[in-house]
């Protein structure tokens, strides 16, 4: 009897134990992730003036910043063809290899960047240089998208996966800016002022290798997505299955499904590249603050990054996705021109501290349950391409605005006043998609 009894607790605690070793792994592997990728893109936004001057150089500064922009927008563009060529690969052949190789990529290709010649080196080919190798960059950033934003997601128990979708997507994102944070306080105090033009700079772009070591180390104890397993076992069982391939289903049978999800996508994505992402810009260029203080703000922005993320994710698990969306879309359509006007005016270090964390609270809170709404709305079959093509479509739109509003601008003076007309027509699509959609909470599959 006794054995029995200990026979039973053995098989219901070992399983057990194993399922939470999976949770804890694929929530490490998919927050690390894709904070290491996001780590190697911040570090182009904390030094765009000094990237202006070197391969962007113009007599126009605004111009200098848009050209630095635009560059960042080729590296989004690429996303798509990233996320199609992984993302076909990890609903294939499983996530975990296809996150592998992406982020290794990414990291790679950022410390490359390091070693580049400057256009007052060799001319207008270090400028050529510098964009082939974001197109390459772009299509890496894609790939992990695809891996990362699924993994987690696919391994977490129901009543979590809201909580995980803004802690993998927000908080990766935090916690890959807030990296960029330290580690450009970091190199700026020891390369100061000129010299932060002469070899700081380089030094930022060689630590992107960083994410690709770590992430050797984080990826060997993950275990394939017990979604993806299953249906892979169920294939196997049932060889008469034919198998479609993602991104042909993708456009064909689910290209509805996309173009609404890119309603909320683009919001979301604007929502993130027009506060954290156009920040560190707009404290340089409108606030003027010193390096010290720019640091410490991004700082204290990556924080309420990951805190207004995992806020929001988990309050669609609580509420739904739905109504997740409509409510961060008013606040934002409210909020965010408000806090930007209030920001250009700051007169104290204090006032920028508190208009920089409302504006990247806000926008960060409506792209938080996009990760478990986008892989709630396709099979375990297609939802790495699904998830992936959807996100980097969407956050390539959105990644392009700040290059947007600078042309628009035409002045630095006028940024402010810019950003407030885009924030409001941004979002106002935002909460008409939010309108569209149908309540994808419960429905991952």
């Known amino acids: 009897m006794s054995n029995a009894v200990s026979t039973g607790v053995v098989r219901e605690t070992e399983p057990k134990k194993t399922e939470n070793k999976q949770i804890v792994s694929a929530t490490a592997a998919s927050l690390l992730g894709w904070s290491f990728d996001l780590y190697d893109l911040f570090i182009l936004l904390y030094v765009t003036p000094t990237i202006g001057k070197l391969f962007f150089p113009t007599t126009n500064p605004t ?28 609903d294939k052949h499983g996530r975990k290899n296809a996150m592998t190789v992406a982020i290794i990529g990414v990291g790679l290709s950022t410390a490359v960047f390091g070693l580049l010649p400057t ?6 080919f270090a400028a050529l240089l510098f964009l082939l190798l974001r197109l390459v960059q772009g299509v890496f950033v894609g790939g992990v998208v ?53 070899w700081g700079w380089r030094v930022m772009f060689f630590t992107g290798i ?21 249906m892979k076992k169920k294939k196997n069982e049932n060889q008469n299955v034919v198998e479609q391939k993602p991104v042909k289903a993708l456009f064909t049978t689910y290209s509805k ?13 604007s929502g993130y590249y027009l506060t954290a992402g156009f920040i560190p810009t707009f404290l340089n260029v ?3 603050v010193s390096s010290a203080t720019l640091s410490g703000v991004l700082i204290a922005a990556s924080i309420a990054t990951i805190i207004a993320a995992m806020i929001a994710g988990h309050l669609s698990e609580v509420y739904g996705r739905k109504k997740v969306f ?20 700051a007169g104290s270090v204090t006032a920028i501290y508190f208009y920089v964390v409302c504006l990247v609270f806000l926008g960060n809170a409506a792209y938080a349950p996009v990760l478990i709404f986008l892989n709630e709305r396709f099979p375990t079959s ?64």
């Open 382 to 445: 297609i939802r790495s391409t699904g998830t992936g093509l959807s996100w980097n479509m969407g956050f390539a739109i959105g990644g392009m605005m700040p290059t947007f509003v600078t042309l628009a601008s035409g002045t630095v003076d006028n940024i402010p006043h810019t950003l407030m007309y885009f924030a409001i027509v941004i979002y106002l699509v935002y909460i008409v998609g939010s309108v569209i959609i149908p309540e994808t909470k419960g429905r991952l599959r």
């Open 326 to 345: 409509m409510v961060v879309g008013l606040l934002n359509v409210i909020g965010l021109p408000y806090f930007y006007l209030s920001l250009a005016n």
């Open 146 to 198: 695809a891996s990362t934003h699924t993994i987690g997601t696919e391994s977490a128990p129901p009543k979590w996966r809201g909580l995980m979708s803004g802690l993998i997507g927000g908080g990766g994102a935090g916690l890959g800016a807030l990296f960029a944070s330290i580690a450009f306080m970091v190199v700026s105090a020891i390369f100061p002022g000129e010299a932060f033009e002469g």
């Open 63 to 90: 111009l200098s910043l848009a050209a630095v922009y635009a560059s960042f927008a080729v590296t989004l563009l690429m996303r798509p063809l990233g996320s199609a060529i992984f993302g076909s690969y990890a």
């Open 119 to 124: 256009v007052p080196q060799i001319g207008l």
């Open 286 to 288: 409108v606030n003027k």
């Open 257 to 269: 499904i996309l173009l609404v999800n890119l309603m909320i996508v683009i919001g979301g994505g």
């Open 210 to 230: 960083l994410g690709s070591v770590a992430g050797l180390f984080v990826f060997r104890t993950l275990e394939e997505s017990p979604l993806w397993t299953e």
